[in-house]
Each structure stands twice: as structure tokens, then as C-alpha cells.
């Protein structure tokens, strides 16, 4: 059964990537929460998706540059609506406490692509382990090398590719590098490629699927996960198959 996913948490109606947004995910039923993991200047694993601050609070520059307690005086929140003001950016510590007791699966995203954060695949890796949560966490990058890395360090987690463009023969590019899942852009998918992977045993959690009936076309091929900013839209997609 396909599982709904919530990008950045709830991030249609909620700022993304706060506690706020991952609280209502959880509220309006979504079954797994997709969100981004970035280090500060002093080695706290954050939750932002952007690589500078700019979009997202009311400060500038670059995630890297920045201690925690630098971001910790920023805002989170006004950015999307002026009610939010105030919210924080969280460390991916709160998030795990978050869900530990919560039938919630997480999809962890590195981004670690366009900036380079030493041991950041360590730092993830065992802050899982911490919290005994490597059933219900799947990693996932741009950076396929960061991928093989987290793969290497604990093979009980599950570690999957991202990709933007089509890949050629995606299922052999799997099998190659013993990738546990796959994470093509919804619009890479056709009804055969879906089937080409299923019958390679390869789980498809695909993204940012916010239209109705490209939902209800994933479902019907029976893709394991949507990760989307339309989390009730999805749900009653799901409901209605």
C-alpha cells in the first residue's frame, strides 16, 4: 500500500521544516514525514533545506557558516504566514523524539550535494542508532556517494538515490550499487518503468506529487511512497482507490 508522506512536513499549509509542520503532518494522518538534513558551523545536525537562510527566516547567509545558537535567535516562521512567527529551526535530534513512540516513518534527506559536511553520513547514522530507529528510516541524497557511505555504515537502514532527470535502465543502476529504494522526480515515471522496478523488488518513494491525478495514477501502479505538500489531497486520494 502506498504511504503518504509529508515534504518538509506539512509544508502546503505550515512552514516547512519546523516542528510546527511536522506536528501537523502527523495530525492530519500522514504516514511518514520527508525532510532535510543540513550541519551547522559547530556540528549540529539542523533541518533546512535550503543551504543559506534567506528563503526561510528572517536572517541571511549560509547554514555552514552559522552556529546553532546563531540560527536559534533567527525566525522560522513569519517567512510563510505573520501567525507563525517564532518558529524555530529544529535539530534532527527533536524530530526523532518527536516520532520514537509514533507509527511514523521518516525520510531523511542529506544535502550534502552542493556544500560538503564532513562525517555528516556518522553523525545521521548514529543519532538513528541512538534513538533504535534504523527500521524506520530511509536516507536519501543528490550525492549517490553519500548514499553508498550511509549504506556501508549500517546496512540495516534503508539508503536510496534521488535523481531530477531520467535515468537509463534505473533498475540495473540499483541492483549495481545494492540501493535498498529509489527517488526519481514523479514526472521520470511512466506505468512501465513502475513495472520494471516493482518486478526488480526496488521501492519507488517518489517526489513533490501535489496534483490529484497524478496521485491517483501512482497509487493505481502501487509505488510505495508520495512525498507531497498536499497531504489531505493525498489522503483522500488513498482513501478513494
Known amino acids: 500500500m502506498t504511504k503518504i508522506f509529508a515534504h518538509r512536513g506539512y509544508s502546503g499549509k505550515y512552514p516547512e521544516n519546523t516542528l510546527k ?6 495530525d492530519y494522518g500522514a504516514q511518514g514525514i520527508e525532510t532535510d538534513v543540513q550541519m551547522s558551523r559547530d556540528g549540529e545536525l539542523i533541518l533546512i533545506h535550503d543551504e543559506k537562510i534567506d528563503r526561510t527566516s528572517n536572517g541571511t547567509g549560509y547554514v555552514f557558516n552559522m ?3 546563531e540560527l536559534l535567535e533567527l525566525d522560522f516562521g513569519e517567512w510563510k504566514r505573520k501567525k507563525f512567527r517564532g518558529e524555530k529551526i529544529p535539530k534532527l535530534s527533536e524530530l526523532l523524539e518527536l516520532v ?11 544535502k550534502n550535494n552542493i556544500i560538503h559536511y564532513p562525517n555528516i553520513e556518522e553523525k545521521i547514522i548514529t543519532l538513528i542508532s541512538d534513538f533504535q530507529m534504523e527500521d524506520r528510516v530511509i536516507i536519501s541524497s543528490f550525492n549517490h556517494e553519500s548514499v553508498l557511505k550511509c549504506k556501508s555504515i549500517n546496512k540495516k ?3 536510496g538515490p534521488l535523481t531530477y532527470s531520467n535515468l537509463i535502465n534505473p533498475h ?6 545494492k540501493f535498498d529504494t529509489f527517488h526519481p522526480m514523479y514526472r521520470s515515471l511512466d506505468s512501465e518503468k513502475i513495472q520494471v522496478l516493482k518486478n526488480n523488488g526496488t521501492p519507488i518513494y517518489t517526489y513533490t506529487v501535489d496534483i490529484k491525478e497524478e496521485m491517483n495514477f501512482l497509487i493505481k501502479n ?8 498536499e497531504i489531505e ?5 488513498l482513501i478513494n482507490q
Open 67 to 69: 552556529s546553532y545558537n
Open 233 to 237: 489531497i493525498a489522503l483522500s486520494c
Open 100 to 110: 520514537q513512540d509514533k507509527n511514523i516513518e521518516l525520510n531523511l534527506e542529506i
Open 222 to 229: 502501487g509505488i510505495e511512497g508520495i512525498i507531497t505538500n
Open 172 to 177: 540495473k543502476y540499483i541492483n549495481e550499487y
Open 21 to 26: 509542520s511536522f506536528k501537523k503532518a502527523i
Open 157 to 159: 537502514i534503508r539508503c
